[in-house]
């Protein structure tokens, strides 16, 4: 059975840091690519990075190119996302789902509070 | 970057009803990487079709898809009591970012 669980969220200050994981099993991890997709409170969906299976590139939504780093480690099946200089409008439950062109399996989510 | 604009924001239903939900590209989506899920209170989205009209493990066959280029669609046939929930356009594949459409709410009337 395939498992994507995030960890890691919380409240922070503006300006601060936080580090998402996403551990992953019942699936060959190193095969797919993985997306993270964030929901801020009572809003839609916004897709926000990439990564391929070695962890040679991402890509990343503008806004938080330069402040978000999307990394993986394949002996260990996670996933990570630091997070830096957030701001108030990253406030959402942040998903990693599986990338099958689609994605066609996701974790349940946490939550990041940015604010004072 | 493609925008995906979903219609109606809302729609208030009775269970039985059939419903048509619109997903529309600011350009061509590329060989239909164009994707439909639910989500309901509280819950992760979930996958329902893929390729704009394929769809997931384990989706009844009261929903479809159809579609190509900009312009696609999402058809429940008869809405049952778990089909009320927010429904999401989603295209891949092509140069990301791969985004969302706002979301269409299906409630009950």
């Known amino acids: 059975e395939v498992q994507l669980v995030e960890s890691g969220g919380g409240l922070v200050q503006p300006g601060g840091s936080l580090r998402l994981s996403c551990a992953a099993s019942?699936?060959?991890?190193?095969?797919?690519?993985m997306t993270w997709v964030r929901q801020a409170p009572g809003k839609g969906l916004e897709w926000v990075a990439h990564i391929n299976q070695v962890g040679s590139k991402s890509y990343y939504v503008d806004s938080v190119k330069g402040r978000f780093t999307f990394s993986r480690d394949n002996a260990k099946n996670s996933l990570y996302l630091q997070m830096n200089s957030l701001r108030a409008e990253d406030t959402a439950i942040y998903y990693c789902?599986?990338?099958?062109?689609?994605?066609?399996?996701w974790g349940q989510g946490t939550l990041v509070t940015v604010s004072s | 970057e493609i925008v995906l604009t979903q219609s109606p924001g809302t729609l208030s239903l009775s269970p039985g009803e059939r419903v048509t939900l619109s997903c529309r590209a600011s350009q061509s989506v590329s060989s239909n990487y164009l994707a439909w899920y639910q989500q309901k209170p509280g819950q992760a989205p979930r996958l329902l079709i893929y390729g704009a009209s394929s769809r997931a493990t384990g989706i009844p066959d009261r929903f479809s898809g159809s579609g190509s280029g900009t312009d696609f669609t999402l058809t429940i046939t008869r809405l049952e009591p778990e089909d009320f929930a927010v429904y999401f356009c989603?295209?891949?594949?092509?140069?990301?970012?791969?985004?969302f459409g706002g979301g269409t709410k299906v409630e009950i009337k």
């Open positions: 019942g699936f060959t991890f190193s095969n797919y690519f």
């Open positions: 989603h295209h891949y594949g092509s140069s990301p970012p791969h985004t």
């Open positions: 789902a599986r990338e099958n062109w689609y994605l066609d399996y």
